[in-house]
């Protein structure tokens, strides 16, 4: 990979860890502002609903942080962009679509094939 390319994923995953980091910490933060007292208890259901909603977001973004964070280690290791699997290169097209990718879209095309032939 080019040092261009590897600069640009470096910048690119830099900006959207502290982006995803910045909405973690005003999800904390939104959350432990005073409560509100409803006397609708629909009112606080909804409530309830949006915040576990919230909460199933953030563990999302959670697993994408770590992803993140080893994809900027694999580039300070000079593995980034290499398939774990076979070992070839994975492909500018494919890296940005998936800039947390570890596989090349052929092994990870075979691995999600038989994971479905498992009933994984």
């Not at 432990?32 to 006397?39: C, D, G, I, L, V």
């Not at 994975?90 to 570890?102: D, H, S």
């Amino acid at each position: 990979m080019k040092k261009k390319d590897k600069e640009f994923f470096k910048k690119y995953l830099t900006e959207r860890l502290d982006e995803l980091l910045n909405q973690a910490d005003n999800t904390v933060s939104g959350m432990t502002e005073t409560k509100e007292n409803f006397p609708d208890p629909t009112d606080r259901a909804a409530l309830e609903a949006d915040r576990n909603f919230m909460l199933r977001i953030r563990d999302r973004e959670a697993k994408l942080i770590k992803k993140i964070k080893a994809a900027l280690d694999r580039i300070d290791n000079d593995t980034y962009g290499i398939c774990e699997t076979c070992g070839e290169e994975i492909t500018l097209k494919r890296l940005k679509a998936r800039p947390v990718t570890t596989q090349c879209i052929d092994c990870k095309s075979k691995e999600e094939a038989l994971e479905k032939a498992l009933g994984i």
